[in-house]
Each structure stands twice: as structure tokens, then as C-alpha cells.
């Protein structure tokens, strides 16, 4: 496994980030520890969630099920780089009570003591904004975690789903308080959806926060899903078969497969491959629903992409240029 800093930190983490969002709705518990021990066991040693995994009623699963992992022992905590995310609301009974969700000093307060219980560890590394807070000023937002570094239950701030000019808020925000600011942004960036490229993407480089792109398949959609149609295997689901219904888009999967065919490899391996060339980029999330999923991500980590086949890439999926003049002039 190869690894990097993240964003402008001194801290290394793995070049592809498992996630672990399928942990309880989808995989069970025994499979989900399998996965980590899995993935530990193969040096990927960034391990991503957020305190509504797990979803509905079940709000909270998913870090119950690593912080089960963790209370096996071992040094399954002290080789983890552990992240997870605060907004969404956590109280069960009636997501409109107040003070449950968002970025409150309140609620970051309630919601990382409540992570902490369910992840069976002291601390987190890399504690994330899952989105933007139109109603919290940043100010508030630093003091809080300032509170909480000093506390020794986070190291580092992140965030999810934020534009890039939100990126340069919070920073400069956080300079002007003398604090380290945001070090990392989880965006949806892929072949099929790079618009991060015009201004989130760049913002993050500028301030120093690593790249942790979400989606990296696109919902599968870039994981040889017509391919998978015509052998009568899983049919397209939420994200990609929304997309496969404008025939522009399953235009380009169409061609997108028949260039990997044509050179011989698999489609799910070079999307993430791809993005492991991407200026920026710290690593994609993968979440593995099973140890097949996960073995393939890891055969991508050490993919070595030709000029031919990038090329190939950049002309059937275009980016949209730089920002302005991808809108101007």
C-alpha cells in the first residue's frame, strides 16, 4: 500500500480510504470486521464513517459496528486513522427537536461524545462537517473545535460537500484565529462527474486539504455496468441508473467499456486508478460490500494507467475546465 500526507498535515494515511457506509445495512457485522481486519491486514490504514450510517431508525450502526472491531484489541486503534462526520440529525424520535443536527458548539459537543461512545475510543483523527451550516458562523464552528482539540478528542477538522468558496471561508477564518482551519474535503469528484474540477478542487489545493473524493464509481456507474446488464448480472441502480437513462451518458459507459476492453482491463479497477492520477487527490472511499469488492480495490491502488488509456479517459469523459474560463470569455 502506498501513502501520502493528508492535505498539508504531518499525517500519512493510505491512498485509498475505506469506507464504510454498507457496514450494517448492507454487510453484517462478522463481514464488516472481516473487511477491516482485511484491509488493515493490506496496509489500508484510513477507515472513513459518519455518525448517521447506519440511517433511520438505525442512526449510528455503522460506528457501532467498527467500535465493536476496536474492542477486539490488538492495535486495530493505534494502526487506524479514523474519520467520521457530524450534521445530520440523530435524534430518533422527531428530526425536527432542535439542537440535534447542524454545526451548533451544542451539537458538535453532544454529537462527538456521542461517536465516541459508539466507536469505543478516546479520540478521532480527522473529525468532518458533512455539509455546509448556512446558520453557524464559522467563528462558532473553531471555537468548538478548538474545545475539543484541547480536550484530546479530535486531532483534525474536515469537511464533506462543500463549494470552494466555503473551503476559503472557513480557512481564512481559522488564520485569523491563529487555528490549523479545514485539512481535508470529501467531494463526489469521478470520470462521470468532475465538475470539482473548476473550483473545489483547486480551493483545496490552494489552502492545503487533501482530496477525499466520495462516489468514485459513480454509484457503479463506472463499474462495467452494461457489461454486467447484457451477462444478466446486477442491473444499474440508484445513482447510475439514473444516469444510464440519458442516452447521451450511456453513450459515453458504452465507449468508456469498449476502451477498457480494448486494452484489456476492468472498469471498477481504472475508475479508481484514474482518480489516483488526479492532482489533488489523497484518495478515494471505497465501501466494499464484500471481500471481492474490496481485493479489486486493492489490485486498483497499484494500477498503472498508459498515457494511451488516460487520454482515451479524458476524451470520452472531458472535464470542464478551469475556473472562470470554463464559464467565461
Known sequence: MKYTQLGRTGLKVSRLVLGTMNFGPQTDEPTSHGILDAALDAGLNFVDTANVYGWGENKGRTEEIIGTWFAQGGDRREKTVLATKVYGSMYREADTWPNYDRLSALNIRRAVDASLKRLQTDYIDVYQFHHVDRLTPFEEIWQAVEVLIQQGKILYAGSSNFPGWKIAQANEIAARHGRLGLVSEQ???????????????????????????????????????????????????????????????????????????????????????????????????VGPRTQEQLDSALRAAELELSQEVLAGLDEIFPGPGASPEAFAW
Request: hydrophobic fraction near 40%; proline fraction near 6%.
Open 187 to 285: 467531494c463526489i469528484y469521478n470520470l462521470a462527474e468532475r465538475r470539482a474540477e473548476m473550483e473545489v478542487i483547486p480551493a483545496a489545493q490552494e489552502y492545503g486539504l487533501g482530496v477525499i473524493p466520495w462516489s468514485p464509481l459513480h454509484g457503479g456507474l463506472l463499474g462495467g455496468v452494461i457489461k454486467k446488464e447484457v451477462e444478466g448480472g446486477r442491473r444499474a441502480s440508484g445513482r447510475s441508473a439514473d444516469a444510464l437513462a440519458n442516452s447521451t451518458v450511456r453513450a459515453q459507459v458504452q465507449a468508456y467499456e469498449d476502451l477498457l476492453d480494448k486494452h484489456g482491463l476492468e472498469p471498477g479497477e481504472v475508475g479508481l486508478a484514474w482518480l489516483l492520477t488526479r492532482p489533488g487527490v489523497t484518495g478515494p472511499i
